[in-house]
Antibody, heavy 116, light 108 residues
């Protein structure tokens, strides 16, 4: 099965943007949909949306609409999540996962800290 | 948006005991599309159950899921030391996908 590897931790200033990468270990997503889920410190899980890499179609949770963009590069098997206008409440671990409706395989997570 | 409420918030049990975790939806979940995840500190969640009752690949038989409509249960028949963790339910019957707030299973 596919194995997902995410980019490293980021520290960002409020108002800036962050771009997190999620790479499929075999170099292809094999038509999987990729979801993004975040978890604030000590909190539960929150679905942000997802992308079907081979189609490029996206689905965003309403609360992130206009502030998040999902993209994918099929040639390298890498998906990206970019979040703009960062605020302290965006401090969280961001996960990518294969999306069958349930979230089957997860990346290891990327810590994003937003601090002045 | 379907709100999921998990109970109890914390379950204090001893190894070998049975754990029963509840997940209630404010409205019926389409096709009983409910999943359960286990999360240990510092780790990503791991899929245990999908479709309310189907174990994911490699998940031990002591984990079972049941329920339908708006009422779902995760049962761990006999707790092993490695089962003490946080557990989340999730519905994918309608958008947006939503999670419960979690149940912590701790050692008594």
């Amino acid at each position: 099965q596919v194995h997902l590897v995410q980019s490293g931790a980021e520290v960002k200033k409020p108002g800036s943007s962050v771009k997190v990468a999620c790479r499929a270990s075999e170099g292809t997503f094999s038509h999987h949909t990729i979801a993004w889920v975040r978890q604030a410190p000590g909190q539960g899980l929150e679905w942000m949306g997802g992308i079907i890499p081979f189609l490029g179609t996206t689905d965003y949770a309403q609360r992130f609409q206009g502030r998040v963009t999902f993209t994918a590069d099929e040639s390298t098997g890498t998906a990206y999540m970019e979040l703009t206008s960062l605020r302290s409440e965006d401090t969280a671990i961001y996960y990518c996962a294969t999306d069958r409706g349930d979230f089957h395989v997860w990346g290891q997570g990327t810590q994003v800290i937003v601090s002045s | 948006e379907i709100l999921l409420t998990q109970s109890p918030g914390t379950l204090s049990l001893s190894p070998g005991e049975k754990a029963t975790l509840s997940c209630r939806a404010r409205q019926s979940v389409n096709n009983d599309y409910v999943a359960w995840y286990q999360q240990k500190p510092g780790q990503a969640p791991r899929l245990l159950i999908y479709g309310a009752s189907t174990r994911a690949t490699g998940i031990p038989a002591r984990f079972s899921g049941s329920g339908s409509g708006s009422d779902f249960t995760l049962t761990i028949s006999r707790l092993e030391p490695e089962d003490f963790a946080m557990y989340y339910c999730q519905q994918y019957g309608s958008s947006p996908r939503t999670f419960g707030q979690g149940t912590k299973v701790e050692i008594k």
